[in-house]
C-alpha cells in the first residue's frame, strides 16, 4: 500500500495526480481526476436522458448550482454541467445558458473554466 500512496510534503494521504502535481488543471485529464476521483464525486451521476446529447454520454457532473453565487461584476457567473463517456473522458460542457461546447471547437478551453 505504501508504494499506491505517495506521502506530499504536508504529510497526508492524498494520492498524487499521474503527472506530480497540478500541471495543467483544467486540462480534460486533470478534469477527469476532479469529477472521478475528488470532491466533484459529489455531483457526478449517470446520464439518465440519453437521446438529448448522444448515446456516448454517461455521466453528468451538475454544477449549475454556483450559478445562483455572484462572482464579479461584468463577469459571467461559474456553473454548468459536464458530459463524460464511459471512459470517464469529456464528450460535452453544456452552459447556463443551454450552449453546448464540445472537445475540439474554438470556446473549448474558454468552456471549461465554467
Known amino acids: 500500500l505504501r508504494n499506491e500512496i505517495r506521502i506530499n510534503k504536508l504529510q497526508t494521504n492524498m494520492v498524487a495526480p499521474y503527472e506530480g502535481h497540478w500541471v495543467a488543471p483544467l486540462s480534460d485529464r486533470s478534469m477527469h481526476r476532479l469529477f472521478f476521483c475528488h470532491l466533484g464525486m ?34 459571467e457567473n461559474l456553473g454548468c454541467k459536464v458530459y463524460f463517456n464511459n471512459g470517464a473522458n469529456i464528450t460535452l460542457i453544456e ?4 450552449s453546448v461546447y464540445r472537445p475540439g471547437e474554438e470556446l473549448w478551453e474558454w468552456a471549461k473554466l465554467k
Do not use: Q
Request: no cysteine; aromatic share 10%.
Open 42 to 75: 459529489l455531483k457526478t451521476r449517470k446520464v439518465i436522458d440519453k437521446d438529448k446529447y448522444g448515446s456516448e454520454n454517461e455521466y453528468v457532473a451538475d454544477m449549475t448550482f454556483l450559478s445562483n453565487l455572484s462572482y464579479r461584476r461584468n463577469m
Open 95 to 98: 452552459d447556463n445558458d443551454g
